[in-house]
């Protein structure tokens, strides 16, 4: 609708609001009051003071928009110009109708109620919700079992074993151990020396050059020390002596080249064994990230990879893996972590590796197999932990080597595949380990293999029974051939005539072998005499 006597700047005016009266043809009878049919806004006027009665036929900001702080504007000059031709100045509403829509809306928001934030589940690697707990580990992907021994009451067995407890304490303790060792012992026949000193009186004739003690130049406890670390360490400095005077000296003597024999075979042997550990040889043994499922010569196989990342090799190499999952038996029992074969090749020898190069461990999903039912979607919803075990000998100390590894579900890939990293290069074959654990999508169902066996024994079927269908129409031509004079029973020579009479299904006791099933077609044959 187009406004009348209205200018329009660069900056929009507030505009008036319309009277209630206006919609029933205007309010008063002045001249003031007259609204004309084409003014979309009536003006109001000025008020007398700032306490008088709002005028009923207005509409009031106020009460509309509610108690809103407005802002006055002041007007232009030809507004200016303007009220001063028509005559006594009037007032204009503060704010524009589009700003107080928007306060409006914006005051209706927020009064809304807050809403409640759902939290969506988490999504999974192929868009089935899903919202659990991360699975606590059985073993680590270093290998590392993650069992804690507690409440072990009958900890003297661990004495019984000395040698073992010591070699299987950490770094510091072992270290402690070893220093403890030596310096318990020095300090122990140290204060014996210095003892038998004491007793003797040797102490109290240092300066009487007839005395024989029983050991020279042994003045205190420092000097006892320093001996007993001399002759336990065998290093004879030659300033202290031990004389023949001293017959308990001698004797100890003899002990103490004993004992501090034993001490340094024990102690180094604790420290040999503690370095040379095979455990420190598998961290050269690696194994892949993830392990993939997909088809390997139309057969569903899990997969995983291994490799040696050292020049000398592991002798004897076995592989074998593990199933860590808990069930409920049918008796209603319990098992948390129950573990389960799960075959690598053990009938075929295939789990026996000759560990060159980086090589693929197959196990094939069979009706043995614990993922025989198990596909793509419940792979997703499945909890378990496969554990594989690398055993062998370390071709450089002769000493067995043992390497482990595990894959989560989610660590298991759906329908992947191990990327080649070998490549024929001038005169070898060159190994490159950026693509070890790389893996890469290939088509594979997504049912589980016992869906897809039974879905391969049902093609076969038909298969067989098209060509069972082929095969009974062959003898129907063939009784139409018999029916044909024959030459040879003409000129009364006799022969044999294969007779083809048309197979029916029968009963198990008339039929045998593959007939009893599927009603495949009998040939007789029948001898005729001309």
């Known amino acids: 609708m187009a406004l009348e006597?209205?200018?329009f700047h660069s900056r929009p005016e507030p505009l008036s609001l319309p009277l209630d009266g206006e919609r029933g043809g205007g309010v008063g009878d002045g001249p003031d009051h007259q609204g004309t049919k084409g003014d979309s806004s009536v003006l109001l006027p000025t008020a007398t003071s700032t306490t008088a009665a709002p005028n009923p036929g207005v509409l009031n900001p106020?009460?509309?928009l509610g108690h809103v702080v407005t802002t006055e504007t002041e007007p232009s000059p030809v507004e200016a110009g303007a009220e001063a031709e028509d005559g006594p100045p009037l007032a204009k509403v503060k704010r524009?109708?589009?700003?107080?829509l928007a306060e409006r809306e914006l005051n209706a928001n927020t009064q809304q109620p807050k809403k409640i934030r759902v939290v969506e589940k988490e999504r999974g690697r192929f868009g089935w919700g899903r919202k659990r707990r991360k699975r606590q580990r059985y073993v680590e992907k270093n290998g590392r079992c993650n069992v804690s021994h507690g409440n072990m009451r009958e900890t003297y067995r661990y004495l019984t074993d000395i040698f073992t407890t010591l070699v299987d304490l950490n770094w510091r303790c072992s270290l402690f151990v070893f220093v403890m060792a030596y310096a318990v012992t020095w300090l122990f026949f140290g204060a014996i020396w210095y003892l038998i000193a004491y007793l003797r009186g040797d102490l109290d004739h240092l300066e009487d050059e007839q005395w024989t003690p029983c050991v020279n130049n042994v003045n205190g406890f420092i000097s006892a020390f320093l001996f007993s670390i001399e002759t336990e360490t065998t290093i004879g400095y030659g300033h202290r002596v031990i004389t023949d005077q001293c017959p308990v000296g001698t004797i100890l003597l003899l002990l103490q080249a004993i004992l501090g024999s034993m001490v340094n075979a024990f102690m180094v042997g604790c420290m040999f064994v503690k370095i040379s550990q095979p455990n420190k040889r598998a961290e050269t043994l690696v194994f892949s990230k993830h392990a993939v499922i997909s088809l390997r010569d139309d057969k569903m196989c899990l997969m995983f990879r291994v490799g040696d990342l050292r020049s000398s090799h592991i002798v004897g190499a076995n592989m074998r893996a593990k199933l860590i999952k808990s069930k409920q038996t049918q008796e209603g029992e319990f098992i948390p972590l129950?573990?389960?074969?799960?075959?690598?090749?053990?009938?075929t020898g295939d789990d026996r590796l000759f560990l060159v190069s980086p090589l693929v461990i197959s196990h094939e999903i069979d009706p043995p197999s614990a993922f025989w039912d198990?596909?793509?979607?419940?792979l997703e919803k499945e909890d378990f932990e496969i554990v594989v075990i690398l055993e062998g000998m370390v071709e450089a100390t002769g000493m067995t080597c043992q390497a482990r590894s595990s894959y989560l579900a989610e660590e298991v890939l759906w329908g992947h595949r191990f990327s080649p990293m070998m490549s024929l290069a001038e005169g070898f074959f060159d190994i490159d380990y950026g693509a070890f654990h790389h893996t890469f999508e290939v088509d594979t169902p997504s049912c589980s293999a016992r869906e897809l066996s039974l879905a391969a024994a049902r093609r076969e079927a038909h298969l067989y029974w098209s060509i069972s269908s082929r095969l009974d129409e062959e003898p129907t031509l063939a009784n139409q051939a018999s029916k044909q004079p024959d030459s040879s029973s003409a000129n009364g020579k006799g022969g044999t005539v294969p007779t083809f009479v048309l197979g029916s299904i029968t009963g198990i006791q008339e039929q045998s072998g593959l007939g009893e099933l599927n009603g495949s077609v009998a040939i007789d044959q029948s001898e005729s005499e001309a």
């Not at 198990?374 to 419940?378: A, V």
């Open 62 to 64: 106020t009460e509309e």
């Open 96 to 100: 524009s109708f589009q700003s107080k």
């Open 338 to 347: 129950d573990q389960t074969d799960i075959s690598v090749g053990f009938e």
């Open 5 to 7: 006597n209205s200018v």
């Open 374 to 378: 198990m596909s793509q979607g419940q």
